[in-house]
Structures are given as structure tokens and as C-alpha cells.
């Protein structure tokens, strides 16, 4: 187990520097000057270029992308262009805020999408199988900014039930948690479904109803716990894209989180900050996928990481 946590964590390495070239291109790219707009739209050349060679913009791009590198390897990412603080520093303010309505919305997603698919799968073909088919396909269907403006209309205007925004107690994370948690739940409950239905119809299902288990212990037992290989999987993924894809859910909510900083540092051309935040979520996306493969072994015996 150990060398294979080892060799997953090598062959992240590759993966890192390949998002950080990427990014960082990107980035240098994209039509703005930071240095005109932290000096401002009436600045004298002379003050551009002083604020150019302060930044380190003036430098070659290599030179400046291994600045970069050098400086993350040893945990600085570098200050960020419009605050002056440390990217570790604005990143550590605002990361708490996301993973807490990651963990909220993909709380609610394995909840219901695990509850929903199972389900669906038992009564198949019949009016309940209907019911959370069409509901999973409206989940899939509707913007996630769409609906949160829908929640924040009917429960926080109308019946003024949950706060519209804000982020400083566990009221405020329920409506930014169900609208960042349906789309996932809706691609869980079709996983679910589907994965349930093709194990329920194997032998050793059969065999054990006929060896007279009730049938909630053949449902959650054997048919369940054999269908979760492939739901572990989207859940991972889901989770990844829950932490990358707040953006537009922050807003709609004005939750301060990753989200949002990365908008206002886009806006700004804050190149150490967005590089920070992005090397940040894929350091999220391989955790998760690392955690997502080690569960496997977990819950299929015949699974070996020798």
C-alpha cells in the first residue's frame, strides 16, 4: 500500500507542472498590464516601467515561470500584485469558507443521490423510478446560478427563511449548499441507479434472496455495497468539481470563498495570486482522487495495490 501511495503521489508531480505551464501561459497571454492597473490608467510610462521591473514583469517569461516554481516547491507561492500579502496568507483567509460549502453541498449530494438511486433501482420501471429520473434530469438541466437565484427568491425574500449572503454562521451555508449540492446529487442518483440495476440482476443476488434474506438486506448489503466501485468514483470527481466550480455559486450568494478571489484576482491580472489558487485546487483534485483510490481496496476485497 505504501508504494503504491508513493507512486500515485510521483505521478502527480507531472501533473503539477504540467497545470502551473499552462496557467502561467495563460495568463501572460491574456490581454492587461497589471503594472497600468495598479499604478492606474493615467500613469506616465516612466511609472509603468518602474512598477514593471518592481513586479518582475520585465523579465524573461522562463525566468519568471521558474521563479515561480522555485519559490511554491519551498511553500511561497509569492505576494499577491493588489494586496502586497503573502498568496499563502489570502488563500489560508479564504479556503475554509469553500471546503466548508464543498463539504456541505457534497454532503447533500451522497445523501440524496445514494438515497434517490437506491431508489429508483428497487421500484424500476415503476412511478418512483419515474419520479427520480425526471428530478435527476432537472438537476443535470437547470444553471446552478439559475437556481440559486430561485432559492434565494423563495427563501430568503419571500419567506425569509435563510439569509441571501453573508457567511458567518451555518444558516447562511444551507441555501449556497443546495444549489452547489443538486447538480452532483442529480449525477449520483443516475450512477446509482444504473450501477444497482446491473448487479441486481447477478447470481449471488439471487442466491442470497433464495436462501431467504429479507429484502433490505439484499438491497443494502449485497446490491448496494457491490455498486459502489463506480459511485465512489463520481463522487470523487464531483467533489473535485464542487471545490474548482464554486465560483459562480460565491457569487450569486456573495460567499467569500476561493471563488470569488480568483474572480477578483483575474480581474486584476494578480498572476501569483491565480497561480497560487489554481495549484491549490489541483493539489485538491489528486488528494481526492488518491483518497478515492485507496477506498476502493476498501470496499472490494479483490482489489490489490501490490
Given at each position: 500500500m505504501t508504494t503504491y501511495v508513493l507512486r500515485r503521489l510521483l505521478s502527480a508531480v507531472p501533473v503539477l507542472i504540467g497545470v502551473s505551464i499552462l496557467v502561467f501561459a495563460m495568463l501572460h497571454l491574456a490581454p492587461g498590464d497589471p503594472a497600468r492597473l495598479i499604478a492606474g490608467e493615467e500613469a506616465e510610462a516612466e511609472v509603468l516601467e518602474q512598477w514593471r521591473e518592481r513586479l518582475g514583469l520585465n523579465d524573461p517569461l522562463p525566468t519568471q515561470y521558474w521563479r515561480f516554481v522555485s519559490g511554491a516547491i519551498r511553500g511561497d507561492l509569492g505576494q499577491s500584485l493588489r494586496t502586497n500579502r503573502a498568496v499563502v496568507e489570502e488563500i489560508g483567509d479564504r479556503i475554509g469558507n469553500t471546503l466548508r460549502l464543498a463539504a456541505v453541498g457534497m454532503t447533500l449530494a451522497i445523501l440524496l443521490g445514494l438515497g434517490s438511486g437506491t431508489v429508483a433501482a428497487v421500484f424500476h420501471r415503476r412511478a418512483m423510478d419515474n419520479v427520480v429520473m425526471v428530478g435527476a434530469m432537472l438537476g443535470v438541466s437547470i444553471p446552478g446560478f439559475w437556481f440559486g437565484l430561485l432559492l434565494i427568491f423563495v427563501f430568503a425574500?419571500?419567506?425569509?427563511?435563510?439569509?441571501?449572503?453573508?457567511?458567518?454562521?451555518?444558516?447562511?451555508?444551507?441555501?449556497?449548499?443546495?444549489?452547489?449540492?443538486?447538480r452532483a446529487a442529480a449525477i449520483l442518483a443516475r450512477m446509482t441507479r444504473s450501477s444497482m440495476l446491473e448487479v441486481i440482476r447477478r447470481d449471488f443476488v439471487r442466491t442470497a434472496r433464495a436462501k431467504g434474506l429479507n429484502e433490505r438486506t439484499v438491497i443494502y448489503r449485497h446490491v448496494l455495497k457491490n455498486s459502489l466501485i463506480p459511485v465512489i468514483t463520481i463522487i470523487g470527481l464531483q467533489f473535485g468539481a464542487l471545490l474548482a466550480g464554486t465560483i459562480i455559486i460565491e457569487q450569486v450568494f456573495t460567499w467569500p470563498g476561493l471563488g470569488t478571489l480568483l474572480l477578483h484576482s483575474l480581474?486584476?491580472?494578480?498572476?501569483?495570486?491565480?497561480?497560487?489558487?489554481?495549484?491549490?485546487i489541483a493539489v485538491g483534485y489528486i488528494a481526492v482522487n488518491l483518497a478515492v483510490d485507496l477506498l476502493y481496496g476498501y470496499l472490494d476485497p479483490r482489489i490489490r495495490y501490490d
Open positions: 425574500v419571500t419567506l425569509g427563511w435563510f439569509p441571501s449572503s453573508g457567511a458567518s454562521g451555518l444558516r447562511h451555508l444551507v441555501l449556497p449548499g443546495i444549489a452547489l449540492g443538486v480581474n486584476a491580472r494578480d498572476y501569483p495570486l491565480v497561480q497560487g489558487i489554481v495549484l491549490y
